[in-house]
């Protein structure tokens, strides 16, 4: 286990923030009875993505003694850092977005969230339909559901055609020692999704990156940002070269919590959100989570990008879409009973 206690991730963010970035991790509770979610922040200098989730449900009275913790058996290692060195060097290839609504010209603000938000909250059968099609397929819900984004957001592109390049967030609770369990222990794989890759592609394309161990060679690339001045981080920073690869977006998935539904505190009943921060050099932040068996979706856009509400819906809509479609019609293919019994 890496006996990492200070946190490589926290001065970065800290860095975003003087460059005029929000920083807080979007979450929303939509409470019983309600349509409209009510949005909470937690600051990406503090937690991560299930750090803030535990925290904020941790706030209103829920138990919740341990934190999911990685499953993948790569070891950390230094190494791996040395082995990725030169996919840091690469040149950065934007892709081009087409024509979409900018909307009013708003600048970023440390103090502003991102206006330009939209979400869909399934019902618990669609989410135990959407589980069920991914055991049936052997891929991971991630990849389902990233295969399904990247198609919704693809014809907002010049090319469409090209790959989609994305920063998949990695927890690495297990493997990394903190002081705090809430902290931030994330670190990323990047993955490039193309137009023709099936979900079973998509799978194998993220753990073939973990099996390189590219998330240790992203964690301590970041750790040894300590090495480095705040000018210097700000200059990788505003390049873009603070990554291994340009990416228009993060996807991050916090997993499935209290399917026993054991959690009965008030202040947490009800369907959750979540999203990832958005910074100019990611501008989509797209985000999942399951609690008590309702998957939710979230994507939100950085204001450079657009601050009409109205492009994120569209692209939740597509993404709803087709992962019903794909739902319908694996659901809809004969079982090997029925051929049985046929």
């Known amino acids: 286990m890496s006996k990492n206690v200070t ?137 389902f559901l990233l295969k399904h984004l990247t198609k919704a957001v693809r014809p907002s592109f010049q090319d469409q055609s090209i790959a989609m390049p994305w920063m998949i967030p990695i927890n690495l609770r297990g493997k990394v020692t903190r002081e705090r369990d809430t902290a931030n222990f994330t670190s990323y794989v990047s993955v490039k999704v193309c137009s023709y890759e099936t979900v079973h592609d998509i799978h194998h394309q993220i753990y073939a990156a973990l099996g390189k161990g590219e998330h240790w060679a992203n964690w301590y690339a970041y750790d040894a940002g300590r090495l480095l001045t705040r000018s210097l981080k700000k200059y990788l920073l505003v390049k873009e070269w603070a990554t291994s690869q340009w990416n228009l977006g993060s996807f991050s998935n916090l997993g499935d919590w209290d399917p026993e539904k054991t959690i009965t505190q008030p202040e947490c009943e009800g369907g959750w959100l979540f999203a990832p921060p958005v910074l100019r050099c990611q501008l989509v932040g797209a985000g999942c989570v399951t609690f008590q068996n309702r998957l939710s979706l979230v994507i939100q856009a950085h204001p450079d990008l657009t601050t009409n509400p109205a492009v994120p819906r569209g692209w939740v809509e597509n993404w709803v879409k087709e992962i019903e479609i794909d739902v319908a019609s694996v659901l809809a293919e004969p079982s090997v009973s029925d051929w049985l019994a046929a």
């Open 7 to 143: 946190d490589p991730i926290s001065p970065w963010f800290n860095i975003c923030e003087e460059l005029g970035e929000y920083i807080g991790i979007r979450f929303g509770r939509i409470a019983p009875g309600t349509s409209d979610p009510e949005w909470f922040f937690v600051r990406h200098t503090d937690f991560d993505g299930i750090g803030g989730m535990a925290e904020l449900l941790r706030r209103r009275g829920a138990v919740i003694p341990r934190l999911a913790q990685i499953k993948h058996p790569a070891p950390p290692a230094w190494w791996a850092l040395v082995r990725a060195t030169p996919k840091f060097l690469k040149p950065r290839r934007r892709v081009k977005w087409g024509a979409i609504d900018r909307g009013l010209p708003i600048p970023s603000s440390t103090t502003q969230p991102p206006i330009a938000v939209a979400w869909h909250l399934f019902d618990e059968t669609t989410t135990i339909q959407i589980k069920r099609v991914c055991r049936k397929n052997g891929v991971t819900v991630n990849s």
